[in-house]
């Protein structure tokens, strides 16, 4: 218990208390904050830890007008993400802040911004982490709701600097988008509860759908999907997302790729498709097939993308393109590949997000046509943190983003009875295709900016706190690629549950 | 070896003097089993030396040798320990837990996949050795060494592999190491674009290889060969002959088959060792292992046996052809290597109906002995001459006795002569084709038969052409060409710089001992290796088929001697150069697949990923900014619409009270 | 008596004092549109209730209520258009209103629009 | 005999015997003009504190009084949701009071009394209204909350924005004739579809079918007559006009006791045709809502100034509020009081400080946002409280109060399957996130335009002010934490 709320109050503490310490000490030094923020994360990543060890469950009375209960709860599913979060969160604080000082003028105000820097990124990390331990359905959109805010401000304010009114608008962008969706996932809610009389999660799952008429169900699937399918995202609702990376700080593309891309997944493995099964399996063709035209659109987009931020945000359309279509399969084999993938994805587009964001800082700005110094010889810890990312990237078997594209590819070839068997071997080899397409524009990013013969302008190579992020970040990534049990086993009795929708 | 059928006089069995094999039950038992060894060896070496740092390239040559030496030992000893029928299991990471699938994950060793280790693993060692010696200046090696042993081992791992998944990781490793290693030079462009070309060609066409896996594993509801081998045999049809073609894309890319095939010349960018490991033992070979595990499957469905067939053998002899005109001696020898892989795979579907695939495995472990041998002599000569091109090379066997040697016994081997290790295993292939075509479904053996029968002369032609000007006398007079009048050999001339830059002595000292002794190794092996197929590890047909072995060398000889006609009078001895500029050019090129690669795929994707992008900008994401931007038009024209005068606000308020009362009366 | 009549008469003054509502500018006419539709109410009110005869007479007392709020209105009404009358000049009612202009003010940079690349 | 429970009806006397008071204070002592503001602030506390045994009811209980001997039915009636609203008004009212204090008690003239008397009165009308049981006391209630707040803004006397006020008191005065003509009329019909005047679901017991299409005229043109208070579409149209050019503090009662009023009367009606089962109604409430919602939202994006954005924004949140009575549901009501609730938390925040901001002298037309620009970081606690404030009306966390309100209200809309009606709201959360999130931007502005001193100089807040500042925050704060405000 003492863990959960050192995992629930760290981040909440610390968003809240790192600016009134600007406040208090004007004067205090950047590293202060820097140091407290890192101690708030790092002291959320061991409640994490330890909540996930210990499973402990609470439920207190909420709001009984609503029947809500505040139901927090571990499980098999959510304990992978809510390490994610922890990491990411202890990953995206260490990184340097590189703001700005352009628009600050005195010392004090310096300090009340870079609290304010570090107050988004553990709010954000304070809404992922009820969000992952929710076992209330109003109580994951509530925490699905606090992360906009913080995120919001993190583009908008301390975003892309060179064209602010950009940042600006992408982050506005971001908030509309996500609201949206989120609203129509909220009404799918609002509806599953008013047919179930409650919104325990767990009751959901075991009446899975029951209550529902055929069209209900779907109508109700229908709006949750697409409501989630913003958050993920689903092609054709991407388009924000690779103008809101590459406007966003380094850190908060880690978190926003790593983390809050994850809220929109779990969502449908948690409140679609063990709660409307039947109006989901209707509707799964679609999103494979919605999935798969992301995953080759993204990658084809990816070719020819400038700008590396941007780049990896496309990747990370088409790497959850994987994930949805091992969602859609509705098989055991497909979601345990759906988790896998959405697990590996959120550390290796952390990593890269870590390198790109370095390097944008140093380069001072993100395109690939500039003239960069060759990582390889420039800086050998950099270039190898970026080959690695891209290798992870690219499904490279013996690191962690291998699983969950083969599974997912394997699960729409064998998809649950019911569904189009034929349809879904074209998305299998639609899939297949766009992995292929990975290792082409991993291939072309790497001879563009791994490789080469310039050595000018020569760049600092990674700091001490950031060669550990990076060695951290990788020993993940070769330790779920090389035993990927670690992941499996925890998944697996809850997903059988979640489908079988047995107690 | 299998005892020999009896024969008549075009077919005389080969007498049985099979070498006898000790036991070796006196060895230790160690934790685990050793196939682990085999593969983690070179995967422990490959991280130490990665966790080394930056500069101890000497630590880095120690622990990479050390590495080899050990993961020999391993595989030898796996050698002695495996039995002669069935196979050893081991246990990995698995069983993993996805959902209805049984991913067991489970290492398997047989006898003959047992020496192939063996093979790749001293083939490995060597180039280790060698490397040490030839990448001495090279700030970088110490990446180089580390890649090289991962590279072994995700080798080791395809050839131990009893699993699919296993196997498609091991596949994928090596296609990630190898574009490591011919980028290795990344400050070169060529290197940088060499390396691209081979990981997206590889893994465009491993797509197919991952739906093979996955459409064979869906079948069996397990990913364990095994299992799918069982599976399958009971129930062929449609679905095993779609995966089977599926894997044969797959195997067509890593092997370079066409059209596939125009990475590998390509990826002689790499370092020379790079090329001996990606060309000898590792890499291309692997889908001949895939496959050979996947025999009985591959018998079963005659459409994956047509296209293997028919890809193989249209590879065979273009490679054959293409080599034959190429003005650079690596990239004839990476020519040689397509043809030569071709052989193999082609040798599997003509492998008659209930014999093992040991014949193919045979060539693949002959071709790498000889293939390494050429390559790290080539790169020893290139040390020498200072490059690779024939220009440079030319008369360097001459120049420097001490290549002569392995370079000879390598051609040697290559061309096939008897009695060296290339010409038993090529023989034997011819043989069992020869028997294929007996059996009911033989087309595809029939062509085979006729592809590698005609691939042997092609062969001879282009080692013979080789030689020729490796051999060329050293008093042939330099010639101050004037350019356009013969513009062929203009080309080849030598520069004078080479002859006169370093001092024969000096260079051929450089070399260190430890890659002379690599190089010798192999040699040896080049002439010993016809033993091979009289060890118990080798099951396959001992017949001398009398007819099949007198046209074979009589058509290599008169290639040979043509050849040899051919080089008269052609100041270099460059029996090519008789050739058509144009068709020299073109065949440099490699017929221009490069350009068909950027015409047919590269442009249509680049051209169609222009358009994506230019949809979601202004298709897609125009719905999402004209949203915003409606909602601020709206909310403008609602601002300057409303009424702002009382008689308005009124007739606003009455016509609405009047709308809902119409729209209440319709709903009720 | 029959109740049609009474009703039409209701209606009749609907009618008219929607149009007084809708189509007169002059306040004051206006105004009496309101009063005309209040009266049919309280005919309605009226009516109804001798119709259907309900002890408790709530119809009548209604429609006493309505007469004495639209007394109350009507004096309001008057003082609001008799310092309008004193402002302006005049009780017209189609005329905009002085401080209806909107402040379109200079912040519209917080929501560009993220234009086309 | 009419029984007349006095402790029941106390809030309604008490508040009318204050305007009473305020009438003869005047007379004893015209000049005492802080006596008089003193007086109706505690008249508005002693109501306020009589509402509450009526808030303690448990659900389903109501107070009743004036009722008929023979059955149940009574002219006044008020369960905790109703008496929660009279709470509301009351505590509105008092902020009202507060920010006109400084006006009221140094403006010119003996205004002061009769100013203090309408107020008083027209929140008698708002607390009435609540409990209203028949049409005639609806008529004379919404009647009695109107017509003062015409006066009031008609008798505008503060010299920046006096030109218009006549104009906004035609505004509102024309649009409220109007609309007590409409909701004459629905009594009417009411009276004679049912033969009763009693607003109660059992007035309908024995209805066949013949009247049902009268009946459903009848809620039309009733919820028209009062929908004009909550500023719905297409009832709205006073509201710029008159928000831009009546005093602020008066405007800040429109917007806030106004609605509760609105609320009110909008319960009983709605109360009284659910007992019918008339659809129409629903739709007709549905479609108000979606209008007022999506127009609301739209034409506040393109506001300067805060009170036109606060004027926008009250109609699209009049649609919030409507928006699960469409469904006709249960439960619906308890709901779109407890969604009133918030609103009116956040909107007297926001008013403090827009009053605030008017009234230094230091920034003249002191009610443009731009004003506003960087003050999180100049006065954080105010910049603070006004962000929240403006969370809560987004429904944005960390202001959970204001999500959970909006989730409220759209429960019912997804439960009844009321999908089309879900699907306006689901685009008109964005849009309001965009409406308030401008605001908030310009808060939390790192980059202060230094154009003018004004806008550096701190804005004073007198501490009654900050004060009460402080405890909207708080209970917001309290409500996202503990959220009460559904029964």
């Not at chain 2, 053996?445 to 282009?462: D, H, I, K, R, W």
């Not at chain 4, 505004?171 to 909701?183: E, G, I, N, V």
């Not at chain 4, 009276?191 to 007035?203: D, Q, R, Y």
């Amino acid at each position: 218990m003492i863990w959960l709320l050192l995992a629930v109050f760290a981040p909440l503490l610390g968003a809240l208390g790192l600016p009134l310490l600007a406040r208090l000490v004007p004067k205090a030094p950047a590293r202060v904050l820097g140091v407290g923020s890192l101690g708030f994360a790092i002291a959320t990543l061991t409640g994490v830890v330890g909540t996930v060890l210990e499973r402990p469950k609470v439920s207190l009375e909420w709001i009984p007008a609503l029947g809500v209960r505040f139901d927090l709860a571990v499980d098999g599913i959510s304990a992978p993400l809510l390490l994610l979060t922890g990491l990411m969160g202890v990953v995206a604080t260490a990184v340097p802040a590189h703001i700005d000082a352009d628009n600050a003028p005195g010392a004090a105000v310096e300090s009340s911004r870079l609290a304010l820097y570090y107050a988004c990124l553990l709010g954000t990390i304070f809404g992922a982490v009820i969000c992952f331990l929710a076992g209330d359905a109003l109580v994951f959109f509530i925490g699905f709701e606090c992360v906009l805010l913080p995120m919001w401000l993190l583009i908008a304010q301390f975003g892309d600097p060179a064209p602010q009114a950009l940042a600006r608008a992408a982050s506005l962008r971001f908030l509309m988008v996500t609201a949206l969706g989120s609203t129509l996932m909220l009404i799918g809610l609002l509806a599953v509860a008013a047919s179930t009389g409650t919104t325990n999660l767990q009751v959901w799952a075991q009446l899975a759908g029951s209550t529902f008429s055929r069209p209900q169900g779907l109508v109700v699937a229908g709006l949750l999907v697409l409501g989630l399918s913003f958050k993920v995202p689903v092609w054709p609702l991407h388009t924000w997302l690779p103008w809101v990376h590459s406007s966003a700080p380094s850190a908060g593309s880690i978190l926003l790729a790593a983390v809050l891309l994850k809220l929109g997944t779990y969502g449908l493995v948690r409140l679609v498709i063990p709660v409307v099964p039947a109006g989901f399996a209707t509707i799964a063709p679609v999103l494979g097939g919605f999935a798969v035209v992301g995953i080759i659109w993204a990658g084809l987009a990816c070719l020819v993308e400038r700008d590396l931020k941007r780049l990896i945000a496309w990747s990370s359309i088409a790497h959850l393109g994987f994930v949805v279509l091992g969602l859609a399969s509705g098989t055991e084999a497909g979601m345990q590949a759906a988790l896998f993938g959405n697990v590996a994805h959120g550390v290796i587009s952390g990593l890269l997000f870590v390198v790109v964001g370095a390097l944008k800082h140093e380069w001072g700005g993100a395109d690939l046509g500039t003239p960069h110094a060759s990582l390889r010889e420039a800086a050998p810890h950099w270039g190898f943190a970026l080959i690695f990312g891209f290798a992870a990237s690219m499904g490279l078997p013996g690191l962690a983003g291998f699983w969950g594209e083969f599974g997912a590819i394997y699960a729409a070839w064998t998809p649950a009875p019911g569904r189009p068997g034929g349809f879904f071997v074209l998305l299998a080899v639609g899939a297949a295709v766009g992995a292929a397409l990975a290792a082409a524009y991993s291939a072309r990013v790497l001879r563009e900016v791994w490789g080469g013969e310039r050595t000018k302008p020569a760049i600092a190579d990674a700091g001490r706190i950031e060669l550990l992020v990076v060695a951290a970040l990788v020993v993940i990534v070769v330790g779920l690629g090389v035993y990927p049990s670690l992941l499996l086993d925890s998944t697996a009795p809850v997903v059988s549950t979640l489908l079988t929708g047995a107690p | 070896m299998k005892a020999p059928t009896s024969g008549s006089w075009t077919d005389i069995a080969v007498p049985d003097f099979s070498i006898p094999w000790p036991s070796f039950d006196f060895l230790p038992d160690l934790p685990g089993e050793m196939s682990h060894y085999v593969i983690g060896l070179p995967v422990i070496f490959a991280i130490l030396i990665w966790a080394l740092p930056a500069k101890a390239l000497g630590r880095s040559a120690v622990l990479a040798v050390l590495g080899g030496v050990l993961t020999l030992i391993a595989a030898l000893w796996q050698l002695l320990l495996v039995p002669t029928e069935g196979s050893m299991v081991a246990q990995t990471v698995g069983p993993l837990a996805f959902g209805d699938l049984e991913i067991p994950l489970l290492l398997s060793t047989s006898n003959v996949f047992a020496i192939t280790s063996l093979v790749v693993a001293l083939i490995a060692l060597v180039v280790q050795v060698f490397a040490r010696w030839y990448l001495w200046f090279d700030p970088r090696y110490r990446q180089f060494a580390a890649t090289v042993s991962l590279f072994t081992a995700a080798m080791l791992l395809v050839v131990n592999s009893g699993d699919a998944v296993l196997t498609l990781v091991g596949w994928e490793v090596m296609g990630w190491c190898s574009y490591l290693l011919i980028g290795h030079l990344s400050a070169k462009a060529s290197a940088r674009r060499a390396a691209a070309k081979a990981l997206i060609v590889t893994r465009l066409a491993d797509a197919g290889f991952v739906l093979g896996i996955v459409a064979l594993a869906a079948g069996a509801q397990t990913t364990s060969w095994e299992g799918i081998l069982e599976h399958w045999s009971r129930s062929p049809g449609t679905a095993l002959t779609v995966a089977m073609v599926l894997m044969i894309i797959g195997v067509a890319g890593k092997s370079a088959l066409f059209p596939f095939h125009d990475w590998l010349p390509d990826a002689m960018e790499g370092p020379t060792p790079a090329s001996a490991l990606i060309h000898a033992a590792t890499m291309v070979a692997a889908g001949t292992i895939v496959l050979a595990q996947l025999l009985p499957l591959l018998q079963s469905s005659s459409i994956a046996l047509w296209t293997l067939a028919i890809a193989a053998s249209v590879t065979t002899l273009l490679a054959a052809l293409l080599a034959f005109a190429q003005p650079d001696l690596k990239r004839l020898l990476a020519w040689s290597t397509v043809s030569q892989v071709a052989i193999m795979l082609a040798a599997l579907t003509a492998i008659p109906v209930g014999e093992g695939p040991d014949v193919a495995l045979l060539h693949l472990t002959s071709h790498a002995i000889f293939k390494s041998l050429l390559f790290l002599a080539v790169g020893w000569l290139a040390v020498l001459t200072g490059g690779t091109v024939m220009v440079y090379v030319a008369s360097g066997v001459r120049r420097y006795g001490s290549v002569r040697w392995p370079l000879g016994m390598g051609l040697l081997a290559l061309a096939g002569v008897p009695p060296l290790v290339g010409f038993v295993s090529k023989e034997l292939i011819l043989v069992s084709a020869e028997s294929g075509v007996a059996q009911t479904n033989g087309g595809p053996a029939l062509l085979v038969l006729a592809a590698v029968g005609a691939g042997a002369p092609l062969t001879a032609a282009y080692c013979m052409r080789a030689w020729l000007i490796l051999d060329r006398a050293l008093d042939v007079p330099v010639v101050s060409a004037t350019r356009g009048q013969e513009v062929i050999d203009d080309f080849f001339t030598e520069p004078e710089v080479v002859a006169e830059a370093i001092g024969v002595e000096e260079a051929e000292s450089a070399i260190s001992s430890s890659a002379r002794a690599g190089v010798t190794t192999l040699g040896v092996l080049t002439v010993l290796g016809g033993l091979l197929p009289f060890t118990t590890w080798f099951e396959v047909d001992l017949h001398l088929n009398i007819p099949l072995l007198v046209s074979t060398i009589g058509l290599m000889a008169a290639a040979a001697l043509a050849v040899v006609a051919a080089s008269r009078g052609v100041r270099t001895r460059d029996a090519a150069a008789r050739l058509p500029a144009r068709l020299s050019l073109m065949a440099e090129r490699g017929l221009g697949a490069d350009t068909a690669y950027q015409a047919l795929v590269t442009r249509p994707t680049l051209k169609l990923a222009r358009s994506v992008v230019w949809l979601d900008q202004h298709i897609l994401d125009s719905y999402v900014r004209g949203a915003g931007a409606s909602a601020r038009w709206l909310g403008q024209v609602g601002q300057d619409v409303s009424p702002t005068r009382p008689a308005k606000s009124l007739a606003l308020l009455l016509g609405g009270v009047g709308l809902l009362v119409v729209l209440g009366w319709w709903w009720a | 008596m029959s109740p049609a009549l009474p009703m039409m008469l209701a209606a009749l003054l609907v009618g008219a004092g929607l149009y007084g509502v809708l189509a007169r500018r002059h306040a004051v006419l206006m105004l009496i549109g309101v009063e005309l539709l209040l009266a049919a109410a309280g005919l309605m009110l009226v009516t109804a209730d001798s119709l259907l005869g309900a002890e408790t007479g709530s119809g009548p007392v209604a429609t006493i209520f309505i007469i004495t709020i639209a007394a109350a209105e009507v004096v309001v009404a008057l003082a609001v258009f008799t310092a309008l009358y004193r402002l302006r000049g005049h009780v017209d009612l189609d005329v905009r209103a002085a401080a209806a202009e909107p402040d379109r003010s200079d912040f519209d940079e917080a929501d560009g629009e993220v234009p086309a690349r | 005999m009419v029984s007349l429970p006095w402790m029941t009806l106390l809030p309604v006397l008490i508040l009318a015997a204050g305007t009473v008071a305020v009438l003869a204070l005047d007379i004893a002592w015209p000049a005492a003009r802080q006596a008089h503001l003193t007086l109706i602030s505690l008249t508005l506390v002693a109501a306020a504190a009589a509402t509450i045994p009526g808030i303690r009811m448990s659900p389903g209980d109501s107070l009743t009084a004036l009722c008929a001997p023979s059955g149940g039915l009574c002219l006044y009636e008020v369960s905790a949701a109703e008496s929660l609203l009279q709470l509301l008004a009351c505590v509105s009212a008092l902020l009202v009071v507060l920010l006109a204090w400084r006006d009221w008690a140094h403006g010119e003239g003996g205004r002061t009394a009769v100013l203090s008397a309408l107020l008083l009165a027209a929140t008698t009308g708002v607390v009435a209204l609540s409990g209203v049981g028949d049409v005639a006391s609806l008529l004379v209630a919404i009647e009695l909350a109107t017509l003062p707040t015409v006066a009031l803004v008609a008798l505008e006397h503060r010299t920046r924005r006096q030109p218009g006020a006549i104009d906004a008191a035609v505004a509102l005065l024309t649009t409220s004739l109007a609309s007590f003509a409409l909701l004459a009329l629905g009594a009417a019909l009411w009276f004679v579809s049912t033969g009763t005047a009693i607003l109660s679901p059992e007035a309908l017991i024995g209805q066949t079918g013949s009247d049902r299409v009268v009946l459903a005229l009848a809620g039309v043109f009733a919820l028209a007559g009062i929908a004009f208070k909550l500023s719905a579409v297409p009832f709205h149209a006073w509201t710029p006009v008159t928000y831009a050019a009546a005093p602020l503090p008066i405007t800040a009662y429109l917007s806030t006791t106004s609605k509760v009023a609105a609320v009110g009367g909008l319960l009983v009606i709605v109360q009284a045709v659910t007992g019918a089962g008339i659809s129409a109604v629903g739709v007709v409430l549905g479609v108000v809502a979606a209008l007022s919602l999506t127009l609301g939202h739209v034409i506040a994006l393109v506001q300067g100034d805060s009170v036109g954005l606060l004027a926008w924004s009250s109609v699209a949140q009049g649609g919030w509020v409507v928006l699960p009575l469409a469904t006709l549901a249960p439960g619906a009501t308890s709901l779109a009081v407890g969604y009133l609730v918030i609103y009116l938390l956040a909107t007297m925040a926001l008013w403090i400080v827009i009053v605030a901001f008017a009234n230094d002298p230091a920034r003249p037309d002191g009610t443009s946002m731009h004003w506003m620009r960087g003050i999180l970081r100049r006065q954080p606690a105010l910049g603070l409280a006004m962000l929240f404030a403006l969370l809560t009306l987004a429904g944005l966390p960390p202001a959970v109060a204001g999500l959970l309100a909006k989730i409220g209200v759209i429960s019912p809309v997804a439960a009844q399957g009321f999908w089309w009606l879900a699907l306006v709201a689901a685009i008109n959360v964005p849009l309001g996130l965009a409406v308030y999130l401008r605001w908030a931007w310009l808060i939390l502005d790192p980059l202060p335009a230094p154009d003018s001193e004004a806008q550096v100089a701190k804005v004073f807040l007198p501490p009654l002010w900050s004060m009460v500042l402080g405890l909207l925050t708080a209970a917001l704060i309290a409500l996202s934490i503990w959220p009460v405000m559904f029964r």
